[in-house]
């Protein structure tokens, strides 16, 4: 039988808001502590793209985030293993997050068969019959030496019906107790993902089940996925309070700046999400003031820097007629520059929540935040 892991909470509070539920605090890992609320950058294949990892301890990275379905499949969580772990693998020492492959299952739903087993499915690249089960799932995690693994689960589409919606978190549930069962005591944290689609009367037992079981950490799943924002943020209220406040709390795969805001006002510790390295390389930039397009022919003889405020290599040294002109031309570099601003500017919003929470002044950040939207460059 494994040795389960009866570790305390990795998290420490270091300063709740007195005027919302965000809050400031700490998560211990096997590789360093970050602090909270943070933005991990998604790696998916054992790379953030378009970045070194030297770029993402300059932008202020604290963590990363890997993923299980596509490690398993390319190169294989062996060859991984056998390279060290995925931190000698990909040449990063801070910590690493990865997701179990569930999101990608129910993004490939066309090439899988989702049983109480678990997940068969064909690989996205030739076809091949693969199977990941909750217990494969803690196997392959294990083996890249994820610092956070996840466990696997059911992720729900929207909309979906009430019946729908109940088989799939019943499930979830069932797999989530499998998995911690199967975890070894390798030091490795293991967080439960809260899932109950759009309904709020199957997220509160889905939570309880969860901590019944104990994890590490417990993340929100099953939004993001179409939903109308509104109706996004209803969810989240709904479920980050039935969560442990003496565990760190993660909203999967969101998203937008505002959306950063919105879940740490509402108590939000971890995030992930792809929208600032996969807008980069589609010309989308995050400033202070909002979006820019950088192929608008507006910048075409801009020599100001991206975003006047910003600190990063890329508005340091670059204007945005170069940075247009780039772009334009489809050169390599204009992916670089731009996910090394968009990546600052994700981290660089992090840090200032943070210091605005231990400051006790993250309603006025939150008002400042949007005043400056009302500005557009």
Not at 22 to 49: D, I, N, S, W, Y
């Amino acid at each position: 039988m494994p040795v389960k892991n009866t570790a305390l909470s990795p998290y420490t509070l270091f300063h709740q808001s007195s005027e919302c539920p965000a809050r400031c605090g700490q998560v211990k890992t096997l590789h360093g502590t970050f602090e909270t609320p943070v933005f991990m950058p998604v790696g998916t294949l054992g790379t953030v793209k378009a970045v070194t990892p030297e770029d993402l301890h300059e932008l202020g990275a604290q963590i990363i985030l890997g993923n299980t379905y596509h490690l398993f499949i390319r190169p294989g969580h062996e060859l991984v293993r056998r390279s060290g772990g995925l931190h000698d693998f990909m040449h990063w020492d801070k910590p690493i997050l990865t997701d179990s492959g569930g999101f990608q299952i129910f993004s490939l739903k066309e090439l899988a068969q989702i049983t109480e087993e678990g997940a068969t499915f064909r690989s996205h690249m030739d076809g091949a019959k693969l199977f990941l089960s909750p217990e494969k799932v803690v196997e392959v995690q294990e083996a890249l030496g994820a610092d956070i693994m996840m466990v696997l689960d059911t992720c729900i589409p929207y909309p979906a019906t009430l019946d729908e919606a109940q088989k799939a978190t019943a499930l979830t549930a069932r797999w989530a107790k499998r998995c911690r069962e199967a975890q070894k005591d390798t030091g490795q944290l293991l967080f439960g993902i809260l899932q109950g689609g759009m309904y709020p009367e199957l997220r509160k037992p889905a939570a309880e089940e969860l901590i019944e079981i104990g994890f590490d950490g417990y993340a929100m799943g099953g939004l993001s996925v179409g939903e109308p924002k509104e109706l996004m943020h209803e969810m989240l209220d709904a479920s980050v309070h039935l969560l442990p406040d003496s565990h760190p709390k993660y909203l999967m795969g969101v998203g937008t700046p505002e959306d950063l805001v919105e879940g740490v006002y509402r108590g939000v510790d971890m995030f992930d999400c792809v929208m600032p390295t996969r807008n980069a390389r589609n010309g989308m930039l995050f400033t202070s003031q909002g979006r820019v397009v950088i192929k608008n022919s507006r910048y075409r003889e801009d020599q100001w820097p991206l975003d006047e405020q910003c600190t990063c290599y890329t508005c340091r040294h670059y204007s945005r007629a170069y940075l247009r002109h780039l772009f334009q031309c489809r050169e390599i570099l204009a992916y670089q520059l731009n996910s090394i601003h968009n990546l600052h500017y994700y981290c660089t919003l992090m840090a200032d929540m943070r210091q605005a929470i231990m400051e006790d002044r993250f309603v006025e950040f939150r008002r400042n935040f949007y005043a400056q939207r009302e500005n557009p460059l």
